[in-house]
């Protein structure tokens, strides 16, 4: 059974950088799509980034589009978000999450393999 556990959450100030981590255990991510998604209080979740399984090919939201950089390394079983120029409306808990298959998509109801989430805050 796939688990996966975000890390590299924190507070950052308005402008900086953050690299968050989601390390996989108890299976391979290789064939699976992974996604990052995110939820501020009071919203709905938003899919931020995903890279498909066999083609690593990326997706961004305009939202993130260019200050959001989504990457993976099989070696270490981890996927990473790179997350530059952050501002204040980017707070929220960022997931990770799997689906099966080569797919290039943040359907959220197709990823069937979430992490527990890690805070980011972006304030003064």
């Known amino acids: 059974q796939l688990q996966l556990v975000e890390s590299g959450g924190g507070l950052v100030q308005p402008g900086g950088s953050l690299r968050l981590s989601c390390a996989a255990s108890?299976?391979?991510?290789?064939?699976?799509?992974i996604g990052w998604f995110r939820q501020a209080p009071g919203k709905e979740r938003e899919g931020v980034s995903c890279m498909s399984g066999r083609e690593s090919a990326t997706h961004y939201p305009d939202s993130v589009k260019g200050r959001f950089t989504i990457s993976r390394d099989n070696a270490k079983n981890t996927v990473y978000l790179q997350m530059i120029n952050l501002k204040p409306e980017d707070t929220a808990v960022y997931y990770c999450?799997?689906?099966?298959?080569?797919?290039?998509?943040?359907?959220?109801?197709?990823?069937?393999?979430w992490g527990q989430g890690t805070q980011v805050t972006v304030s003064s």
């Open positions: 999450a799997a689906a099966p298959g080569d797919l290039l998509t943040l359907y959220a109801p197709l990823y069937n393999h």
């Open positions: 108890g299976s391979t991510l290789d064939g699976y799509t």
